[in-house]
């Protein structure tokens, strides 16, 4: 297990949409920073109760008229005693169960009033050594604001730990450490134990046992919460767009009289042996990957945050990065050693400083892995970096703060939440970006590969005689002993020079001659330009001034799933690997090197209805990233190297199915619901490894090079100049068909199983886990107001269920409930009820579940469970339209879906009109038990 900190070259952004005052109320001293020589950003609002509580506070208006709210109590699983092992978890979950104030089970229902939905807007978390409460807030009126602040000193000062209270959120606790005990956690555990073996932080996982949380009482728990939840160990944050100094004077009023106390000191993670070497570990369950990792303890050096030891931490990270890129090229062969690789270092909780090298492999594959990748980590160390190598990670170090500082003015309110939790944990003074890249630029000039190379040594454990952890489904053959031999052997071969790596120029700049602009209008409703070129392409422009020097861009090609056929179901399945295959000019790998310095990329994947990437660049970089989507479009390279690693995974992909019970649910209500139809039911493994690129080329090349074509791009920019850019690039294309396929032979059919019974699932996972799943079939999203209120129903039936089978009965973390109607699937729909519970409740909470569909079909709800649902809703649409984002839903597809314009402006009012007897109807028509498909996911016999 890899455990991270984040290092101190990491951007921390300190700036504002507005002119700021100087930082208010800084005193290093208090956050645990006194020997750091940076100081804070303009803007920040920094403070120290009486009683110890501090806080900071910062104006951010992204998104506009929006605020966080963080509460970050010093407590975790370390501070917690042998018997109290998961309590620091079991009292965040009381936070939401009765207080003072607030009665048992109101907390969320109050929020919800308000427009806050439970899990999205409301929650917490908890780990090692902080809990952390999370409150996001749609509005920034003073109902809502006091509220939020009311509820967290609730939490902070008042919670009433009633014994009822306790023993119903028991059962939400144990099922979510059910959910969570799957082979992946197991491999946590066994790999602390071993890294660790006599470190505290091995037998601290927040999650708990099931004996302590089963034996937790309210008295124990609330001494719990009382030696630990005292001002001094507690950091309020408030981020968003608001008045600091009334804010500031609203904590002051809510908070100052919590009575200042004493709090045990945080036991140590550790301790760690920096002598503890040459132990081997097999870990081996069915559903792992093969893998292999080294690593070598140090002792912990606490560096203080200071302008030196950035710079120290930057050339450590050149060479880190250089290493795995490395790697990275070793893994993009067409027959790799292994599938992926990493060289790490990092701190582990304050205990230690860790070098560590993993590899993934293909089954049966980790000595040949193993060998790549040791040479590879003995190469840098031995011979260093070439200049070339230095000169790319420096480029792309450059890029970042270059762009950090020039996007630093409408930095949005969780980029400000994270900067201000960093501090809250005494790891780093929130600077400005502007003051980031001064630093770089006066260092840039110093850096060289040999004090790359030195950094990378220096206070670094060498990965020598290392401990050695191999995971898989079956121990290599001679074991612990094999392991180590090869290890041995791999240090003693002999390590050639690293090869060098011509630099290419990119070779995609003339596309012919630029096209012209035969259309060009502008939407009645939400302003969005449209324009078509000569040649076909569509595009469509909205610039706005919430992204500053930040450019959002959307492509849709004709196609995506609705080429898959029943003859040939997979024909799109490695779409979303075509950019690992490169163009015909470069190579994967030469891009990135290409590409260096620049804000470019994109992911392109498949859609329902189309191909798509989604990409984000700056002005500076915006024809470069033309360019790239151009490209891609006229010349992909289908390079059978792209395929090596993914071949390699898929015995592993498949090994993994069905492991758990959302995993068993998944791949058997994809086949039972469509009657096996095999575009959307899993095929065997055989024909996956018999795909290649040639296939995907005959599925989708004829649409990458002649298919309707539609870009939207939204942000930081002037629309003239991004149409010259379209016109030379996109629009210099060959002609394209000027619309979307109708795709009217039967493409768009998929069937819902007329066979509606019950379906008794396994899975390879725990014997205690279950899964309960009801599926009905609704219709498509054609008619807005049947879909608004099938949409609204869910959030209804979402706050039903949780109040039942969550709040009431306590048998599951998390109940699941959701609708979706295609606009893409003629008269395809779903509506899900259900959740994963312990395999002895899934008769009680069946019950559950058909009680709340008898409550909505047999009377309408009352006003304040609407409210609730809807509210949330209403804030999202009000919301929508305050980030790029949010604007591009409605810019990607504005001339070949024009509909969704007006089906959101008239959204809200859609919503607002519902009424409890439409939602009834609703309900009757569509939740008929009767007509439920049902799956009972159980654990396979023993």
Known sequence: MKIRRAFAFALLLSTSTIAQAEAQGWNAADWDLADSDIQPADGWVFGKLDNGMRYIL??????????????????????????????????????????????????????????????????????????????????????????????????????????????????????????????????????????????????????????????????????????????????????????????????????????????????????????????????????????????????????????????????????????DRRLQRLARQEDPPFRGADLGLGDTLDIARSTQLAVVTEDGGWKRGLDAAIAEYRRAIQDGFTEAEVAEQVANFRNSFETAAAQEATRGNDGWAASALRTARGDMVPNGAAEQL?????????????????????????????????????????????????????????????????????AYTDFGTPGTVVADTTTAKLGIRTLRFANGVMLNLKPTELERDRIRVDLSVDGGRLLDTRENPLGTDLASLLPMGGFGKHSLDELQTILAGRTIGGQFRERDDSFGLEASTTPRDLELQLQLIAAMLSDPGYRPEGLGSWRQGLPAFFARLGKTPSSAASEAANAILSDNDPRFARQPIEAYQALNFDVLKDTIGDRLAHGAVEIGIVGDFEEQAVIDLVARTLGALPPREPTFRSYDQGERTRNFTAERRVHVITHGGEEDQALLRFIWPTTDDSDWELN???????????????????????????????????????????????????????????????????????????????????????????????????????????????????????????????????????????????????????????
Do not use: C
Not at 63 to 78: F, I, K, Q, W, Y
Not at 905 to 917: G, M, N, Q, S
Not at 926 to 941: G, I, K, M, T
């Open 58 to 323: 910062r104006r951010g208006e992204r998104p506009e008229g929006t605020a966080l709210v963080r509460m970050l109590v010093h407590a975790g699983s370390l501070d917690e005693r042998d018997d109290e092992r998961g309590f620091a978890h079991y009292v965040e979950h009381m936070a939401f169960n009765g207080s003072t104030n607030v009665p048992e089970g109101e907390m969320v229902k109050l929020l919800e009033r308000l427009g806050l939905a439970f899990g999205a807007d409301t929650n917490a978390s908890t780990s090692f050594d902080y809990t952390q409460y999370k409150l996001d807030l749609p509005r920034t009126d003073d109902e809502l604001l006091d509220t939020a602040l009311m509820l967290m000193r609730e939490t902070a000062s008042e919670l009433t730990f009633a014994s009822e209270a306790v023993d119903r959120e028991r059962g939400v606790v144990l099922s979510e450490r059910r959910v969570r005990n799957t082979y992946a956690l197991q491999n946590v555990i066994d790999s602390l134990a071993f890294s660790y073996p006599e470190g505290r932080i091995a037998t601290r996982l927040p999650i708990g046992t099931q004996e302590t949380l089963e034996a937790a009482d309210a008295a124990g728990l609330k001494a719990f919460w009382q030696r630990e939840y005292v001002p001094a160990s507690t950091v309020l944050v408030v981020v968003g767009d608001f008045d600091p100094a009334k804010v500031e004077g609203k904590i002051r009023a809510r908070f100052g009289d919590w009575r200042p106390a004493t709090s045990p000191e945080q036991p140590a993670a550790g301790p760690v042996d920096p002598n503890y070497a040459g132990v081997t570990d097999i870990h081996l369950d069915p559903a792992l990957d093969e893998s292999v990792t080294l690593s070598r303890h140090a002792p912990f050096v606490e560096t203080p945050d200071t302008k030196a030891e950035r710079a120290r931490s930057l050339l450590r990270s050149i060479g880190e990065r250089i290493v």
């Open 438 to 506: 001064a630093l770089f630029e006066g260092f840039e000039s110093k850096i060289t590969p040999q004090l790359v190379l030195a950094a990378l040594k220096a206070d670094w454990p060498l990965i020598d005689n290392p401990l050695i952890r191999f995971t898989g489904k079956t121990a290599p053959e001679g074991g612990e002993a094999e392991l180590r031999a090869a290890v041995v052997a791999a240090y003693a071969m002999p390590v050639d020079t690293a090869a060098s790596n011509a630099v290419t120029e990119w």
């Open 788 to 942: 608004s209120q099938l949409s609204l129903l869910a959030s209804v039936a979402r706050v039903m269920l949780t109040d039942t089978l969550r709040e009431e009965l306590g048998k599951t973390y998390g109940p699941e409930v959701g609708g979706s109607q295609s606009n893409v699937w003629k008269g395809y729909g779903t509506f899900v009820m259900g959740g994963q519970i312990d395999v002895n409740d899934l008769e009680a909470s069946r019950d559950a579940v058909l009680a709340t569909v008898a409550r909505l079909r047999d009377k309408p709800i009352d006003a304040d469970l609407l409210q609730r649902a809807r509210q949330p809703i209403i804030e999202t649409l009000d919301n929508r339209l305050k980030s790029n984002g949010g604007w591009m839903d409605y810019v990607d597809r504005a001339q070949s879906q024009a509909d969704d314009i007006e089906r959101f402006v008239t959204a809200k009012d859609r919503y607002l009109e519902i009424t409890p007897e439409q939602l009834q109807a609703v309900a009757r028509t569509y939740l008929d038990p009767a007509q439920a498909v049902e799956f009972r996911v159980v654990p396979e016999a023993p």
